[in-house]
């Protein structure tokens, strides 16, 4: 008995290392390609499997134009471009004249109907944007009621290192809205506001905060995303239902002055829109790259503004001189300036980018919830 | 002057409306095709813009093989497929024999190094893993410092709907691992942990709980991902590292007979692994189309569930009969019926397959932290 039961165990063993190589095999035949590598120096390789492809190139955005890869004999397609100055950089591969993403790399600009991958170079100083060793916050994802629209909407929320044992509440909160190809995950996934949060906390240069990013569009808006004007619904979603939520789940102050509205591009349009209208709520403001408000109007806007200037901790206007905005954001400076609201403006070379959204953000949130702004 | 600033502004609203006039139109340019489009009936039309291909399938799970798609004369292919049974589903599109993804489709599996996109076809009643009409949790993100692997990892964790504002603590904890092929947000992404648990929990057949989903690989792991067998170090992170924090983070049980571990493939064998190895921890394992250990034994383990069997509350295995890892599945069964280990077996049709694992959540969940087991 005892002789019979070590055997069939022996036998048991067997199959189970047998089959656990089987999918360790699995694995290796799946696993062998590393795209892109980043090397130490800063250069990058981008690598491709596409043994029937007739070209391949890459388009990063950190090189000018589509790339071309080099195929080896077993139908690997590859390049090395750099080194390249430390960033995130978007890139995708184009065969034969149709653009994909890297099948080897999972981090994805993710916009609602197409994608494109993503890179990071780090600096050999690590960068404001960057995963550092300091204490991390938490990011929440939320499936809400919005009674507003009827239907349940996808909300992200990161509270700062320690929330969840800390008694220093309530915290302020910062409304960030992100822009028209974007989810709620953008300013996390991208955008990377909890590192930016991490890091401007850990070095004392920002308040300890909790960010709340809610998802801008509305069932109205068609799928090509057009929410572009199409405002109103999205403040009665945030003021009647996002902000309640939060104000329920997370232990965040109440007060106008504890309460900042931030957006990029749509998102600064609809930061404007929303917060200037609605300056007993919000006591800053900001706004990146932004479209400018048409309904209500820059001007509605503006006046209200105006009249309630001394509430208005900080209205923040942010754009790059390469921007398609930029002259209307020029127009929007030139209109705070002609009519006396207070305003910082912050303008930067560059275009309509996740880069200067990064900065603009570290630039923006050591501003926040100061006494005596 | 009056007259002056009218005009200004009369001059500055053209250039805006004609700015944001762009932006729509950019976003026309780009957001035309809708893949994969679900129809009521259950078919679904996939489509690809690809202009200079010569052959454009979908390989798609519920179908045997490519599907060849049409072109139009613009160069943009599709095709009809189905009525589909209500399911999540695999595709990808493979143009001139190169698998690539749906990039008008954000839903994807994220391997370490390849992905896949994901389709989900409703069913006229809403299925088991769909988010419902129900209270929602909430999912966290961590980054948490593992001191025992030096490196700061992540971490999701579900907390049940109400949590923020309950006073039903502390709460019972499912430690819940991911396969080999996958990373910690497997079990949201794809697996719907959460919309399943909210579901359970809505219908009250299971207890609010927490569930814990960590990053199963450790660095010493190759990039082709084989942690298979190379458990010792994750379960030094999980015990040392992942449920402190999380008892530091979580009003959460720090009670073995309010304590679970269960895993899908290689989390099966970790489960299987770190499960029996500390009865004295988990009072709850479960393993899913699992891998089996080998480091220690299964016998050492066995021997160890044997003597501490009356403090292990359950043991449940469940596997597919056309898994690869069945035959070891069923003799793991017959070994613990021969050595008289309480267990449960579920054997159902399939193979090594999320649609199974989401099945298997569904029915251990309900089983767990019961008086009297």
């Known amino acids: ?34 795209s892109p590598e980043v090397h130490s120096d800063g250069r990058v390789t981008f690598r491709l499997n596409a043994p029937n492809a007739k070209s391949v190139g890459v388009n990063a955005q950190f090189a000018r134009g589509v790339r071309p890869m080099t195929r080896n004999k077993s139908g690997l397609w590859s390049i090395t471009l750099g080194p390249v100055e430390p960033e995130i950089y978007e890139y995708n591969f184009v065969v034969d004249g149709l653009q994909i993403v890297d099948p080897a790399n999972s981090w994805q600009k993710m916009w609602i109907r197409t994608s494109k991958n993503l890179v990071e170079i780090p600096g050999k100083e690590p960068m404001f944007f960057q995963q550092q060793q300091v204490p991390h916050g938490t990011v929440h994802l939320h499936k809400y009621p919005s009674n507003s629209l009827g239907v ?14 800390s008694e220093n509440f309530p915290y302020p909160v910062l409304y960030l809205l992100h822009g028209m190809g974007d989810t709620e995950d953008a300013w996390t996934v991208v955008g990377r506001a909890n590192f930016i949060a991490d890091n401007l906390i850990a070095t004392q240069k920002a308040r300890p905060l909790v960010i709340v990013m809610p998802y801008g569009h509305t069932p109205s808006a068609p799928p090509d995303m057009r929410s572009l004007g199409n405002y109103a619904a999205f403040e009665k979603d945030l003021i009647e239902d996002v902000i309640p939520y939060v104000q329920k789940n997370y232990r965040v102050s109440k007060e106008q002055k504890d309460r900042a509205i931030v957006g990029l591009s749509m998102g600064g349009g609809q930061s404007l829109t929303i917060g200037l209208g609605n300056i007993d709520l919000f006591g800053w403001v900001g706004a990146f790259s932004s479209a400018v408000p048409k309904s209500p109007t820059i001007d509605d806007l503006l006046a209200n503004a105006k009249v309630n200037n001394d509430k208005l901790n900080l209205l923040w206007i942010g754009c790059g001189d390469k921007d398609f905005l930029f002259q209307a954001n020029l127009k929007l400076i030139a209109q705070l300036k002609n009519d006396n609201i207070k305003h910082v403006a912050y303008i930067t070379e560059g275009g309509h980018e996740w880069r200067l959204w990064r900065i603009y953000l570290n630039e923006l949130v050591p501003l926040l919830f100061r006494a005596g702004k």
Chains 1, 2 share one sequence.
């Open 1 to 34: 008995m005892r002789f019979l039961k070590s055997a069939s165990l022996f036998f048991l063993l067997s199959v189970l290392a047998c089959n656990t190589s089987h999918l360790q095999a699995a694995a290796s035949r799946r696993q062998t390609i590393i």
């Open 152 to 165: 349940t909407r996808g909300l992200y929320v990161y509270t700062p290192p320690g929330y969840e044992t």
